[in-house]
T-cell receptor, first 111, second 114 residues
Framework: KQEVTQIPAALSVPEGENLVLNCSFTDSAIYNLQWFRQDPGKGLTSLLLIQSSQREQTSGRLNASLDKSSGRSTLYIAASQPGDSATYLCAVRRSSYIPTFGRGTSLIVHP | DGGITQSPKYLFRKEGQNVTLSCEQNLNHDAMYWYRQDPGQGLRLIYYSQIVNDFQKGDIAEGYSVSREKKESFPLTVTSAQKNPTAFYLC?????????????FGPGTRLTVT
């Protein structure tokens, strides 16, 4: 059974720092990995999706990488801002299976 | 605009009453999902449906029921048999006929049962 772990569970940083959030998974036979953002009391917003054949995806200040062989993905946030404060979740999926979610990293960026 | 709508945003019920949460999508997605989110627990899958008139139990289906009579709609009923129904409920959808199987979420419904 796939297990997904996100470390750290919580992170508090000053504005302007570059951040790395980690997502590890136990079964490397994945089809894709998706990163989400969740603001308090809201639904999940998709940030980036990396397919198994890809190494990374970029959107603005966000860059997500995937290393299937080691069972790891990282979400890099450049020049963090207070508006980046949220919970970040990763979800791993095999082709016809239901995604498995991590518990998330709660990020606070303070001015 | 395409997306997933959930209604209502907040729902209050007395213990012992059944309640139905609405989820509608206009993305033409094949699959729809219901998750429950509790503080410190992460997302837990209640039910999912990959095609109209078919659905499967997730990890915590007891006390819940669903129907999928239309592609666009996947309502969730929280029955009186659910022992601890107060939670945040999220609906999601995805295309299943072709990749990349990206999942999209609705805004959620917060259910409080007293």
């Amino acid at each position: 059974k796939q297990e997904v772990t996100q470390i750290p569970a919580a992170l508090s940083v000053p504005e302007g720092e570059n951040l790395v959030l980690n997502c590890s998974f136990t079964d490397s036979a994945i089809y894709n990995l998706q990163w989400f953002r969740q603001d308090p009391g809201k639904g999940l917003t998709s940030l980036l999706l990396i397919q198994s054949s890809q190494r990374e995806q970029t959107s603005g200040r966000l860059n997500a990488s995937l290393d299937k062989s080691s069972g790891r993905s990282t979400l890099y946030i450049a020049a963090s801002q207070p508006g980046d404060s949220a919970t970040y979740l990763c979800a791993v999926r095999r082709s016809s299976y239901i995604p498995t979610f991590g518990r998330g990293t709660s990020l606070i960026v303070h001015p | 605009d395409g997306g997933i709508t959930q209604s209502p945003k907040y729902l209050f019920r007395k213990e012992g009453q059944n309640v139905t949460l609405s989820c509608e999508q206009n993305l033409n997605h094949d699959a729809m999902y219901w998750y429950r989110q509790d503080p410190g627990q992460g997302l837990r899958l209640i039910y999912y449906s990959q095609i109209v008139n078919d659905f499967q139990k997730g990890d915590i289906a007891e006390g819940y029921s669903v129907s999928r009579e239309k592609k666009e709609s996947f309502p969730l009923t929280v029955t009186s048999a659910q022992k601890n129904p107060t939670a945040f409920y999220l609906c999601a959808s995805s295309i299943e006929t072709t990749g990349p199987y990206e999942q999209y979420f609705g805004p959620g419904t917060r259910l409080t049962v007293t």
